[in-house]
C-alpha cells in the first residue's frame, strides 16, 4: 500500500542524509521525497511517499522516530488529507497539436507557462494520480521534458503536525 | 591558557570568572568533568592538539593501544562492566577506519560509547585532502548519531550531548568528528560544560505504560507454561536483580540470551540455559511449548528464533524493551511494553505484590515435570572420558577455579559457544562477547579494558588460535600498563566454527579453515614480556590453571590445545523451528 509520511526534522546539516541512509540500509522503499525549511528555520519538513505491507510501514515510522533529529513522524495517508504534487512539462506542440495540448491543459486544471512556436511548458498541481493521468492524456504529444516535485501533504482539519 | 583553575566546581560558576580554554583543552576538560577516568587511543596529525592538552593535566589518563580497533574494543568492554560510556580518541582516515570495526560491534549490542575522531581542517573537507576520510559518512549507518564540530566554542556542549545520546534510551555509541582547526592552541573561548542537557528531538521513554503493564500481569497470572526469556537489555538496564525476584516470586523458568548471560544466576535451579542456535536443549523446548513468554530486552535476533514461521506456536508475546523498533520486529508481540526494563520490572512486581495471586500451581508443576525431563533427555553433553582434552572441560574448569565471578571476554568462534554454555555467569556484567557483530579479535583488548578499571579481578580472554591472530598486537600494550590477564587459548588449530559448518554442510571440504603455520603461543607471548603455558593433557590442566591465576599481576597465555574434531551442540536445524536441533554429530530431535 502507498503511505504519504511527514516528517519534522532538525534543520541541520546530515539529518537528511541519516534519513536517506536510514532507507537504503533497510531497504524501504522511496517512490518521492521533498523537503524544505519550515516558517521556523530551525526545523525542515519532509513529506515521503513509500509502499511497503503494515509492518514494513509500522517499522518504517518506528526506525525514522529512532534518528536522533527527527522530531516528529505521522503517516497522514492514515486518515484524511490533502496531497499536493507540482509538476512542469515541456512537450513538442506546433500546428494543430498546438491546441490539443491547450486543451487538455485546460481540462486538467493545468496553466502554460513558457511558449515557444514549437513547444509548450506547462504547470500542474495536483494529487500524484492527477499527474500521472494528465501524462496519459498526453497521448502521442511527444513530451521533451518531465519535472515533478514529488508528493507534499497535510492533514485535513485542525490536526498539525508541530512543535 | 586557565587550566590551573579548579575543574570540579560547577556550582560556583557564577561567580567565578569565565574560564577561556582552547578548542583542544576543552575536550579534554569536558571529558574530566564528565567523570571520564581512562581515555583509550592513537595519536596522529588532526588529534596532535588534542594530544598536547592531554599532557598537560593528570585527569584523564589516556592509554595507548597498537591498533585503533583495539581502543574501541577497550572502550566498549568497560562500558559493558561498568554500564558507563567507554571513550576512544583517534586521529583521522586510516586512524577513523580503523575504528570502524569497534564502532560496528558496539552498535550491534547497544553499548554507549564516545569515539572522537580527528578530521582535517574544516576548509579542506571536501578537497581529498591528506588523511582526509569522510568519517560521518562512512559511520553513519553504524552509530547510534553523529556530529562534527562546526565551532570550538560548541565542544563542550557537543561532548555532553554525545554522552547524553550515547547514554540514555537504546545505548549506542555517538561519533564525534573534530577538525583540527576546532582545536587550535592559541585560540581560546570560554568554557562552561553543561550540567544537563535536553533534546526536543530526542525524549527516550522511561516508565512503562500502565495499562499494558497490567495487562502483561493478568496474561502473566493465566499462563499454564510460562517461560522467562532475558536478553542484554536488563544487563545494561541494571535490572538483573528486579528479574530474579519476579522469577522467584513466581517460579519462573529463566533462559538468558548469549548477550543476556548472568542476569539471571546460572547456579540457580530454575535457569534453563541459554537459548538460540546454540542454546540448551531444555531452553530451547521450554521456549518453544511455552504459552507465556515473557521477553525483557531481547530482541528476537534471528540467532534465537531460527525460523520465524514455526516460533513458538503457542505463546502469548509479552515483549518490555526500550526500544519500539525492537517490538514486533521479526516477531509479532501481543503485549508490547516500551520502556526502561528495571522500572517497567519494578512496576510489575509491585502489582504482582499487590494483587497477592500466583499462577496456576497445578499448571506449574507439571510444567516444571516436563522441563525436568527435558533437561535429563540431553544431560552430558560431551565425552568425558576422551584422551583429547575437550574445549567444554576447559571451560568448566576455569568456571570452578574462579568460582564463575571472573569477567570473562570472549573471542568468536566455537570457543565462544562453549564459554557460553559452560561457564557459570552468576552476576550481570560478568560475560562480555561481541554477540551481535561477531567480532574476532574483540576478545583480549575486551579482557584489557575490564583489566585496566577493576584490577583485582580475575579478567579471562576466552579465545582461539584464529581470533587472538586478529589483535595480538596488544600483549605489547598489556605490558606496558600491567594487565595481568590470562588468555585461555583454546587451540584446535582450525577456524573451529567455520570447519564446523563445512562438516555439517559441505562434507567436510575445509576450505581454507585450517591454520597453517601457526606462531609458538607460549615463545610469543614470552617475547612480550609475559608468562607463556602450553597444555597438552587433560591432567596438565589444573596444575596450568592453578599456576596461572596465582600469578595475579602478570599475563599468562594459556596455549591449550584441544580435541580439533569437537564440534558445537546443541545445534538448531536451519530452517526449523526452536526445538528443532543436532544433538550430537550423530543425533538430532
Ligand atoms: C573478523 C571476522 N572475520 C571472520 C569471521 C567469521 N568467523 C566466525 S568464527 C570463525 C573462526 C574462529 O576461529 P578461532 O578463533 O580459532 O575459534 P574456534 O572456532 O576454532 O574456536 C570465523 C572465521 C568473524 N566472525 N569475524
Ligand atoms: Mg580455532
Known amino acids: ?36 525549511a519550515t516558517e521556523d528555520p530551525t526545523l525542515s519538513r519532509l513529506t515521503l511517499v513509500t509502499h511497503g505491507n503494515d509492518q514494513v510501514i509500522e517499522q518504517i515510522s518506528k526506525q525514522l522516530h529512532k534518528l536522533i533529529e ?69 497521448g502521442t504529444t511527444p513530451i521533451m521534458e518531465v519535472v515533478r516535485s514529488g508528493a507534499s501533504g497535510i492533514a485535513r482539519g485542525e490536526k498539525t503536525l508541530a512543535l | 591558557m586557565t587550566s590551573q583553575t579548579q575543574p570540579d566546581d560547577k556550582s560556583a560558576d557564577s561567580t567565578r570568572a569565565t ?17 571520564v577516568e581512562y581515555l583509550y587511543g592513537y595519536p596522529g596529525g588532526a588529534v596532535l592538539h588534542i594530544y598536547d592538552a592531554l599532557f598537560q593535566q593528570n585527569k584523564v589518563k589516556h592509554v595507548l593501544v597498537r591498533h585503533e580497533q583495539a581502543a574501541t574494543h577497550m572502550a566498549d568492554a568497560y562500558a559493558r562492566a561498568s554500564g558507563k560510556a567507554g571513550v ?12 570502524v570495526t569497534g564502532i560496528a560491534t558496539a552498535y550491534m549490542d547497544s553499548i554507549p560509547m564516545v569515539v572522537l575522531t580527528g578530521q582535517v581542517m574544516s576548509h579542506l573537507i571536501g578537497g581529498d585532502a591528506f588523511q582526509e576520510t569522510d568519517m560521518l559518512g562512512i559511520s553513519r549507518p553504524i552509530c547510534k548519531h553523529n556530529m562534527s564540530v562546526r565551532r570550538p566554542e560548541d565542544i563542550p556542549y557537543l561532548i555532553k550531548k554525545a554522552f547524553h545520546i550515547a547514554q540514555t534510551g537504546r545505548p549506542g555509541p555517538v561519533v564525534l568528528d573534530i577538525p583540527k582547526d576546532m582545536t ?37 497470572l493465566a499462563a499454564k507454561k510460562p517461560i522467562l526469556y532475558a536478553g542484554g537489555g536488563v544487563i545494561m538496564g541494571g535490572a538483573s536483580n528486579e528479574l530474579t525476584e519476579l522469577a522467584k516470586l513466581l517460579n519462573l523458568p529463566v533462559t538468558n540470551t548469549l548477550m543476556g548471560l548472568g542476569a539471571y544466576p546460572a547456579d540457580d535451579k530454575q535457569f534453563v540455559g541459554m537459548l538460540g542456535m546454540h542454546g540448551s536443549y531444555e531452553a530451547n523446548q521450554t521456549m518453544h511449548h511455552a504459552d507465556v513468554i515473557l521477553a525483557v530486552g531481547a530482541r528476537f535476533d534471528d540467532r534465537v528464533t531460527n525460523n520465524t514461521k514455526k516460533f513458538c506456536p503457542d505463546a502469548t508475546i509479552i515483549h518490555i524493551d526500550i526500544d519500539p523498533a525492537s517490538i514486533s520486529k521479526t516477531i509479532n508481540t501481543h503485549i508490547p511494553i516500551v520502556g526502561l526494563v528495571q522500572p517497567v520490572l519494578t512496576d510489575m512486581l509491585a502489582l504482582l505484590k499487590q494483587k497477592k495471586k500466583k499462577l496456576d500451581s497445578a499448571a506449574l508443576e507439571l510444567w516444571w515435570q516436563q522441563i525436568e525431563q527435558w533437561r535429563t533427555v540431553h544431560g552430558g553433553r560431551y565425552d568425558t572420558t576422551a584422551a583429547l582434552l575437550k574445549p567444554q572441560y576447559v571451560i568448566e574448569q576455569v568456571s570452578k577455579i574462579t568460582k564463575g565471578e571472573a569477567y570473562v571476554c570472549s573471542d568468536v568462534g566455537q570457543h565462544q559457544m562453549f564459554a557460553a554454555q559452560y561457564y557459570k555467569f552468576n552476576k550481570p556484567n560478568r560475560w562480555i562477547n561481541s554477540g551481535g557483530l561477531g567480532t574476532m579479535g574483540f576478545g583480549l583488548p575486551a579482557a584489557m579494558g575490564v583489566k585496566l578499571n577493576y584490577p583485582d579481578a580475575d579478567v579471562v580472554c576466552v579465545t582461539g588460535e584464529g581470533s587472538i591472530q ?57 617475547a612480550y614480556g609475559h608468562v607463556g603455558i602450553r597444555v597438552t593433557t587433560p591432567e596438565e590442566l589444573q596444575p596450568a590453571l592453578e599456576r596461572a591465576f596465582a600469578l595475579k599481576d602478570r599475563l599468562v597465555f594459556l596455549d591449550i590445545h584441544i580435541d580439533p574434531k569437537e564440534h558445537v551442540y546443541p545445534m538448531q536445524v536451519p530452517g526449523g523451528a526452536m526445538n528443532d536441533m543436532f544433538l550430537s554429530k550423530t543425533e538430532r530431535t
Request: a neutral charge; one cysteine or more; proline letters at 3%.
Open chain 1, 1 to 36: 500500500m502507498r503511505h504519504i509520511i511527514s516528517v519534522l526534522l532538525e534543520n541541520e546539516s546530515g539529518a537528511l542524509a541519516r534519513l536517506v541512509g536510514l532507507f537504503a540500509q533497510r531497504g524501504y522503499n522511496i517512490d518521492s521525497l521533498n523537503v524544505a
Open chain 2, 184 to 220: 587550535m592552541p592559541n585560540q581560546t573561548f570560554a568554557y562552561h560544560y553543561p550540567a544537563e542537557i535536553s533534546l526536543r528531538s530526542y525524549q527516550p521513554k522511561q516508565q512503562g505504560h500502565s495499562g499494558q503493564i497490567k495487562k502483561a500481569v493478568t496474561a502473566l
Open chain 2, 470 to 526: 586478529m589483535n595480538i598486537q596488544e600483549l605489547s600494550t598489556c605490558k606496558q600498563y600491567g594487565l595481568g590477564v590470562k588468555i585461555i587459548n583454546l587451540n584446535n588449530g582450525y577456524l573451529g566454527m567455520v570447519k564446523q559448518w563445512q562438516d555439517m554442510n559441505y562434507e567436510s571440504r575445509y576450505a581454507s579453515s585450517y591454520m597453517d603455520s601457526l606462531p609458538d603461543f607460549v615463545k610469543l607471548a614470552e
Open chain 2, 88 to 99: 576512544v580518541l583517534v586521529t583521522s582516515g586510516p586512524g577513523a577506519t580503523n575504528a
Open chain 2, 19 to 35: 574560564e577561556m580554554l582552547s578548542g583542544a583543552a576543552m575536550v579534554i576538560r569536558a571529558l574530566a568533568d564528565e567523570g
Open chain 1, 70 to 138: 527527527v522530531v516528529k513522524v505521522s503517516d497522514i495517508s492514515e486518515a484524511a488529507h490533502i496531497e499536493r504534487e507540482l509538476m512542469l512539462v515541456k512537450v513538442k506542440a506546433s500546428g494543430n497539436q498546438r491546441e490539443e495540448v491547450k486543451r487538455c491543459a485546460d481540462i486538467f486544471r493545468g496553466q502554460i507557462i513558457d511558449v515557444t512556436p514549437a513547444t509548450y511548458t506547462i504547470q500542474l498541481v495536483g494529487t500524484s494520480d492527477k499527474l500521472d493521468a494528465f501524462i496519459q492524456a498526453l
